[in-house]
């Protein structure tokens, strides 16, 4: 049963929602993801798709989490049940937010992991340790850090402790306060790097190789790589933007708001690509070496650059400041429901959350090393919490919201609430009700099957 313990909390101010959205969008995805799948699906041809993509699919489910949030005002499980009961539906919908509370607490797990692999890098390239080596030395050292569940655990609770302090102190005075110092500083330093490449070389290239159109690779695998990161990259299906929705006031036009959050993620992405590719090309480095592109053939970069211990140390900073901002509204929708259905405070409902997931991910890092023999049909731990909630509970959350927003609500009402005119709404439903829907049911088939 639902404690009613005070007012549901509201942002202080739209400025500060819209920082705290984009902090959350704009994580290890935007800036370790985004450019090795650039780098291993043509360059231009997956920014494209993307782009693309992100307009058609993103979007619209981005919007029907907010006003379903903002419909609901509580946590995403009673959001969606409460919901559905006002518009004469089981409140058995309630399942769509308990499993998108579910999929934010089981990424965070490994998210942390990753995160804390992120603030080890600072202490290294800060302390030169990367300076002169070569691409196998600086592989050891990478995969050192795996073999040592002592350096993974404790990198891990330093992020999980920054993370739930931050979300302990509430959705204003923490979540939107980060957000409003952590989000300038990642804009600066992002500057700060793409200013660098534009005065020691690989610039042009690397901006050839972002945008300059090249069809013939895109294929149909660099339109499902694309159409699945743009369903991921703005932390929907997750439970996050339902709980931010939550907290949102009547005042805030959805659209216009979605909106300035998709093209700031997206600027911020393509920002990432001109602050990593230009220094991949001017060192001679692959743009398709997957996965290791930041923590393995960066560091290279940086060991052998003029500068490179700072401009490498300012890019770790950016990565953290990224993956916190992520991290703290993976953990939001937990702790939102701690609080709301139980007796538990905010600070304890964060401390309990937050051990329960540090103790998961101390299983995800000990796959590693001490667990590798173990596996989940086929996977470590790490990779199964992965593959479960990128190719089940994440899909099948941002399907069964796009369609009831589309099929079970009151279509007048969001059309009101959304303010478009007839023809707009027209475009909007088709996107709605069948683009968006369909799209994320070919993502969901197609990983399956891959």
């Not at 919901?83 to 509370?101: E, F, M, T």
């Not at 330093?158 to 500083?185: H, W, Y």
């Not at 690397?206 to 932390?235: C, E, I, N, Q, R």
């Not at 590693?368 to 089940?392: E, P, Q, R």
């Amino acid at each position: 049963m639902a404690m009613n313990k005070q007012e549901h909390a509201q942002w202080s101010s739209s400025f500060g929602f819209v920082l705290a959205a984009v902090g959350s969008a704009v994580g290890l995805g935007n800036i370790w993801k985004f450019p090795y799948m650039v780098g291993e699906s043509g360059g231009s041809a997956f920014v494209i798709a993307y782009l693309f993509c992100i307009a058609l699919v993103g979007f619209p489910i981005l919007v029907a989490e907010w006003l379903i949030g903002r419909r609901g005002q509580k946590n995403p499980v009673n959001t969606f049940a409460d919901v559905a009961a006002s518009q004469g539906k089981s409140r058995s919908w309630g399942i769509v937010g308990a499993s998108g509370v579910l999929g934010g607490f089981l990424i965070l797990s490994f998210y942390s992991v990753i995160g804390g692999w992120a603030l080890n890098y600072i202490t290294k390239i800060a302390s030169g340790e990367f300076a002169g080596q070569n691409g196998d030395a600086v592989g050891a050292t990478f995969d050192a850090m795996l073999a040592s569940a002592g350096t993974l655990t404790i990198w891990h609770t330093v992020f999980m402790v920054l993370t739930a302090i931050i979300v302990g102190m509430g959705v204003t005075s923490g979540i939107e306060k980060t957000a409003k110092v952590l989000m300038p500083l990642l804009g600066l330093i992002l500057f700060v790097i793409v200013g660098y490449n534009v005065m020691n070389g690989g610039f042009g290239e690397a901006v050839a190789y972002l945008f300059a159109p090249d069809l013939s690779k895109l294929t149909a695998d660099v339109m499902l790589a694309a159409l699945g990161h743009a369903f991921f990259t703005l932390s929907i299906d997750m439970g996050i933007m339902i709980a931010y929705g939550s907290y949102l006031g009547r005042e805030v036009n959805l659209l216009k708001t979605a909106r300035t959050v998709v093209i700031l993620d997206t600027v911020i992405a393509l920002a990432a690509g001109l602050a990593i590719f230009p220094i991949i090309f001017s060192n001679g480095l692959d743009p398709a070496s997957g996965p290791g592109l930041i923590f393995v053939s960066l560091p290279i970069a940086f060991g052998s650059m003029v500068a490179g211990t700072i401009i490498g140390t300012l890019f770790f900073l950016l990565i953290t400041f990224a993956a916190i901002t992520s991290s703290i509204s993976l953990l939001e929708p937990t702790v939102e429901f701690l609080e709301e259905r139980t007796s538990m405070s905010r600070t304890v409902s964060t401390i309990v959350a937050s051990i329960v997931i540090w103790l998961l991910g101390i299983a995800a890092l000990l796959s590693f090393n001490l667990w590798a023999d173990f596996t989940i049909m086929g996977n470590g731990v790490f990779d199964a919490l992965d593959k479960l909630t990128s190719k089940f509970i994440l899909p099948l959350t941002g399907l069964a919201a796009i369609i009831f927003l589309g099929w079970q609500m009151d279509q007048r009402s969001v059309q009101q609430e959304l303010g478009l005119s007839n023809g707009t709404w027209t475009l909007w439903q088709i996107i709605s009700k069948f683009v968006a829907p369909i799209a994320v049911v070919i993502v969901f088939v197609t990983t399956l099957m891959g």
